[in-house]
């Protein structure tokens, strides 16, 4: 059997094309009759209707649907035509092929088809090399999406690996070190946040008392310990959305989010400076410290500046030294 | 490392990532860290798609040469093998499979394999390699310098500073394994080997389908 194509020089005479030849080239091809009959298919398609050799005999002379179900155009008589094609098999409608329709003489067609989405069908319906034509760029195409997929899955996790080293550097610019409480560009940051949001909050600076002690006589192990045992404090003594931040020394600020209850924000500051003038004990010896407090209570909606609440809860730390240390003065916020 | 890059004279991180797993996946953990302590590299290792001072390559296969005791050929020809036959390295096994169907086929497809290549990893420049039927069954292949060949010289394209031969003779043995096929090669010189096939299907070949595995 051989399909005649049509010259497009009159002059030429007509080839002959053996359709063996076709088969190999084509492998995705359907040839038919002007009546509409099947009358050739490439050897993919033969595979994939007849299964075998002899059932894909036995297609041969049948009408095109009952192979075929035709998607575009909407049927044969506009197919007859010639154009876009797309089109499923009858019995396996999962991988639509699309293509074009070329007339030939006497009324017969010839569909040149591919699939439209290849990973998906190579991988249903187990298609190998043999199933594409010589020249065709298939195989190429899905090694290309392999070895891009290894390239991007590479890039992914170096993407991954900068993305946690970068959180982690940025958890240490924030971080005082000994404590592993903020520091004080934290508490500039999370300040900054309270002060623009309409919530009230409570700033609590604390100074230890005769931490300069502590450190002259037992030496800086013992002043490292005692303001790890101060982190430990503010952290059992607060919620876990509090900010705390050691600003170096022996200074420290608690922010109480959300704290709008002046009394309440009291009974938190002198638990803790309860708990701070009890001894530490370090190998063996006492710690004797204790703490002052000023603490000062932004009302909802005031917003505030972040420098004006500092030097108030500094002022009100000072009144709490001026009057004997180891208590909190509270004051009220100063718009 | 990225001035290396903008010299020319770069290696690809490809190369060094592909030797750190290979001594880490072979040898353990713990052999690849002293590697790497002795040479000083960074806790992490290399990462594959940034590129290096191409004096590491060599550096990192010689000190795990004298650690081992084994020659820098053996150790690359080990590595090859690895690269095609290890369970982790299972996708570089599948991308050289697309090579062809037959073992015959795989070996033309090296002609090809560094244009693929570049495909996907644009500035990973692999040596040319020209593969020669010497009779039906013998074969030899050339191997050039990065960038030379047909394909246009890539400029400022991170040389691959390994010696790539010793690589491809381990390489391709696993290949012929999976193919089925029983080979004999032989490396002439620095650059070039000849593979006499002694049986096409000593084996069944190892399973290969296009669709890759979910």
New interface residues.
């Given amino acids: 059997m051989s399909v005649a194509f049509p010259p497009s020089d009159p002059a030429v005479p007509r080839s002959l094309v053996p359709m063996s030849v076709l088969d190999r080239l084509t492998p995705l091809h359907v040839a038919l009759t002007a009546e509409g009959r099947i009358s050739g298919l490439g050897l993919t398609l033969r595979r994939l209707i007849g299964g075998d050799a002899a059932a894909a005999g036995s297609i041969a002379g049948l009408p095109f649907d009952t192979g075929f179900t035709l998607r575009r155009p909407a049927d044969l008589a506009l197919l007859a035509l010639g154009g876009p094609v797309e089109l499923t098999l009858r019995d396996d409608p999962r991988h639509p092929m699309r293509g074009l329709a070329l007339p030939l003489p006497g009324g017969a067609l010839f569909l040149a088809l591919a699939f439209v989405d290849l990973p998906a069908a190579v991988r249903d319906l187990d298609l190998t090399e043999a199933d594409f034509g010589p020249t065709d760029h298939t195989v190429d195409l899905l090694w290309l999406i392999e070895a891009n997929a290894a390239v991007s899955g590479e890039l992914r996790s170096l993407n991954r690996r900068l993305q946690g080293a970068q959180a982690m550097a940025q958890e240490q610019a924030l971080t005082d070190p000994l404590t592993g409480l903020r520091n004080r560009r934290a508490l500039e940051g999370a300040l900054a946040d309270h002060c623009a949001g309409a919530e009230g909050f409570a700033l609590l600076q604390l100074d230890l008392d005769r931490f300069k002690q502590v450190n002259d006589t037992l030496g800086h192990a013992a002043g490292d310990h005692v303001l790890i045992e101060v982190a430990r404090v503010l952290t059992q003594e607060t919620r876990a959305g509090d900010t705390l931040a050691r600003l170096g020394g022996d200074e420290f600020v608690v922010l109480l989010s959300g704290m709008a209850d002046a009394t309440r924000a009291m009974q938190v500051a002198d638990r803790i400076t309860r708990r701070l003038s009890r001894p530490i004990p370090f190998e063996g010896q006492a710690c004797r410290i204790g703490a002052s407090g000023g603490l000062i209570l932004a009302p909802a909606r005031a917003f505030p500046a972040p420098e004006a609440i500092l030097r108030q809860a500094d002022a009100a730390l000072y009144a709490a030294k001026r009057a004997g240390r180891g208590r909190t003065v509270a004051q009220d916020w100063q718009a | 490392m990225s001035g290396f890059g903008k010299r020319g004279r770069a290696v690809h991180g490809?190369i060094l990532r592909a030797i750190q797993c290979f001594l880490r996946d072979i040898w353990g953990a713990a052999f690849w860290q002293a590697v790497a302590d002795d040479l000083r590299l960074p806790a992490?290792g290399f990462?594959?798609?940034?590129t290096y001072d191409p004096a590491l390559g060599p550096a990192v296969l010689d000190r795990a040469a004298a650690r081992l005791n084994r020659s820098r050929d053996s150790l690359l020809e080990d590595m090859g093998t690895y690269l095609v036959s290890h369970p982790r390295r299972d996708?570089v096994r599948?991308?050289l499979r697309?090579g062809?169907?037959g073992f015959a086929d795989f070996l033309h497809s090296l002609d090809h394999l560094p244009g693929?290549?570049r495909?996907?990893?644009p500035d990973l420049a692999l040596p040319s390699l020209r593969v020669q039927a010497l009779a039906p069954d013998s074969f030899r292949l050339t191997v050039g310098t990065p960038g030379d060949g047909l394909a246009a010289p890539v400029l400022a394209a991170p040389v691959l500073a390994v010696p790539v031969t010793m690589v491809l003779v381990g390489l391709i043995r696993a290949m012929a394994d999976d193919h089925g096929a029983l080979v004999l090669i032989e490396a002439e010189g620095d650059t070039s080997l000849r593979i006499d096939v002694l049986d096409g299907q000593h084996a069944s070949a190892r399973d290969f389908?296009?669709?890759?595995p979910a």
């Fill in positions: 490809l992490q990462e594959a798609m940034l996708g599948r991308l697309f062809g169907a693929r290549v495909l996907a990893v389908r296009l669709a890759a």
